[in-house]
């Protein structure tokens, strides 16, 4: 069975400085793999998703995140954080039965 | 444009009342999601419907939670007999298409349930 795991429950980080979300999966094939974003009263909004091709993939509000299938990683990124970019943060595989498998989520808090 | 909603938005039962937790999808969405999540968790999938046929059921946790999607628009994601294991936000996600694992998922605000 597949599984996603976020080693990191909660991170707090300086607004300025850069970020990086660990997510692991653990499947036999490369799953589709997606980071989505939660704020409080909010919906689950999808940061990027990876599929195939280059592994390094862009996405909205300046995140990007790399594949990596020797480490079995899709670590998130930014190079520069906001306060508005306190939120959690889930990191999603999808091995194509359209159900999505989520880890446990990040919180991200950001310091002034 | 709309996004998916879901009502109510906040519900508290009493432990053995049935709830019945409703989802608007984007309109004319194909596919149709029901996802818990439970506190400090992230969201599991309960099951998936293409219009009004319900192709997979394997995440409902129990005989007590039931999914509908009649007309394929409106679905319900009913609980009969709840329990205090049964307290959770439930997301519905919709998507456009049925083309698979590629198709985004737009998810809904969630519905908390607090069972007493």
């Known amino acids: 069975a597949q599984s996603v795991t976020q080693p990191d429950i909660h991170i707090t980080v300086s607004e300025g400085a850069s970020l990086e979300l660990r997510c692991n999966y653990s499947?036999?094939?490369?799953?589709?793999l997606f980071w989505y974003v939660q704020s409080p009263g909010q919906g689950l909004q999808l940061l990027l998703k990876y599929f195939s091709g280059d592994t390094l993939v862009q996405g909205i509000k300046g995140f990007e995140a790399e594949f990596k299938r020797s480490q079995s990683s899709f670590n998130l990124r930014k190079p520069s954080v906001h306060w508005s970019d306190a939120a959690e943060y889930f990191c999603a595989s999808d091995t194509g039965r359209r159900a999505l498998t989520f880890g446990s989520g990040t919180r991200l808090q950001v310091q002034p | 444009g709309a996004g998916v909603s879901q009502s109510p938005r906040y519900k508290v039962a009493k432990r053995g009342q049935d709830v019945a937790l409703r989802c608007d999808p984007i309109s004319g969405h194909v596919s149709l999601f029901w996802y818990q999540q439970a506190l400090g968790q992230g969201p599991e999938f309960l099951t998936y419907?293409?219009?009004?046929?319900?192709?997979?059921k394997s995440g409902l946790p129990s005989d007590r939670f039931f999914a509908e999607r009649p007309e394929g628009s409106v679905s319900t994601l009913k609980i009969q007999r709840t329990q205090q294991e049964d307290s959770a936000v439930y997301l519905c996600?919709?998507?456009?298409?049925?083309?698979?694992?590629?198709?985004?998922?737009?998810f809904g605000p969630g519905t908390r349930l607090t069972v007493l």
């Open positions: 996600a919709s998507s456009p298409r049925t083309s698979g694992p590629t198709d985004t998922q737009y």
């Open positions: 499947y036999g094939a490369t799953p589709y």
């Open positions: 419907f293409q219009n009004e046929a319900q192709l997979d």
